[in-house]
């Protein structure tokens, strides 16, 4: 095996430059209690349920602790069994839940009823966050201070933001946090978003006039599909209009497309990088994949290949990337290095973690690193534990 052909041995990194006594990478978000059927019948229909644990930036927190980054996670839960479940979670993949909001133990968590798919039929999600614990994270509630100390990534998603319209409130509680947050960054901390839109929790118009101040004004390195931008801001991808994007009339984008696309959203949100997430979903079970990353300073690079995957869960798989795609960043810096690696880790994660089940990327680094062996030299084989 010639290992000079693989760009990147993750399982050497040296991460002592992490190190520096407190979380380098902290997260912000609401994490939810899953409820699957355990029997793969319809949720009105079975008494049987798996019970997991579901969110964008704790998912995101998980994969970075469980590649060796110092990584916390912070946001508010009942003081019962749901907030210990989420407490001792995040303690045992690696997560310092030293920062939790905790709330008075009647106030809710946020639910999440998935039924699974199969083809033909889709699968279908239903929220139950309206008043949850998370949804009250306000200002003065965390230490940012102590939290952000020796950050080097402060990351959140437009999930957490609209969360304030979803339950009918005045006020953006939890944007009043991130704003403290904001201030209380060290030099160099970089702010990092996933836009993730969602319209089961607000408007279009509610998310633009949260967001567009947000991501132009405080993001460094923003986090996106294509569906997302052409649905919020009329941005096309090349010779693909937002109308064609919003039918589905897109073919897979060419090199000049996405180019195009990228320098549009680093320009318009004044950004230092830019991730893009693609998924080609051929039936509800088999799914393709690629992503593209692109730097202020010119950078841009897809994945070498669209690669297939064989889904037991798909929920949680852009979370995965995000997290690889921030590992590249926080081991080699904000370099066309290091968005190359992070693309490919990225890449990697999220092809592995879309084959377990439930949200949490339960993945090691070392299948990641035999994934980009395997992705450059071809073949695989079984291995022996």
Request: glycine share 12%; with cysteine; aromatic share 8%.
């Amino acid at each position: 095996m010639d290992v000079q052909k693989v760009p990147y041995d993750i399982t050497a990194d040296d991460l002592s430059g992490l190190l520096g006594g407190g979380p380098a990478c902290v997260t912000l978000g609401e994490t939810m209690v899953r409820e699957t059927p355990a029997d793969l019948q319809r949720p009105e229909h079975s008494r049987l349920a798996h019970l997991s644990l579901a969110g964008s930036e704790f998912s995101l927190a998980v994969l970075l602790a469980r590649f060796g980054v110092p990584t916390a996670y912070v946001t508010r839960v009942p003081d019962n069994p749901c907030g210990w479940l989420l407490r001792d979670t995040a303690r045992q993949h690696g997560v310092c839940a030293d920062f939790l909001a905790w709330a008075p133990g009647a106030e809710p968590m946020g639910r999440f009823i998935y039924e699974i798919g199969r083809t033909p039929r889709k699968h279908t999600g239903w929220y139950q966050r309206m008043y949850s614990a998370a949804s009250r994270l306000g200002g003065g509630m965390v230490s940012w201070q102590r939290a952000l100390a020796h950050c080097r990534l402060l990351h959140t998603s437009g999930i957490t933001f609209g969360l304030a319209a979803h339950s009918g409130y005045d006020q953006n509680h939890l944007l009043e946090a991130f704003h403290e947050a904001l201030d209380a960054r060290p030099p160099g901390c970089l702010v990092g978003l996933d836009f993730n839109y969602r319209a089961t929790l607000w408007t279009e118009e509610q998310c633009r006039e949260v967001m567009t101040p947000l991501v132009t004004g405080h993001v460094d390195v923003l986090i996106t599909t294509i569906e997302d931008m052409a649905r919020m801001y009329r941005i096309g991808c090349g010779k693909y209009s937002p109308e064609d994007i919003d039918r589905g009339d897109m073919d897979r984008p060419d090199d000049e497309d996405l180019a195009a696309f990228g320098r549009e959203l680093l320009q318009r949100f004044e950004l230092k990088a830019l991730g893009v997430t693609i998924r080609y979903p051929d039936t509800f079970e088999q799914h393709r994949w690629e992503s593209a990353v692109f730097g202020a300073e010119g950078g841009f690079l897809r994945s070498p290949a669209v690669r297939p995957i064989v889904l037991a869960d798909r929920l949680g798989g852009g979370d995965a990337w995000n997290g690889g795609f921030y590992y590249g960043l926080l081991t080699e810096g904000l370099n066309e290095r290091g968005l190359h690696k992070g693309l490919l880790v990225g890449d990697a994660a999220t092809r592995i973690k879309q084959t377990l089940m439930f949200d949490l990327p339960v993945v090691r680094k070392d299948e990641v690193q035999a994934l980009l062996k395997s992705d450059v030299l071809g073949g695989g084989k079984r291995t022996a534990r």
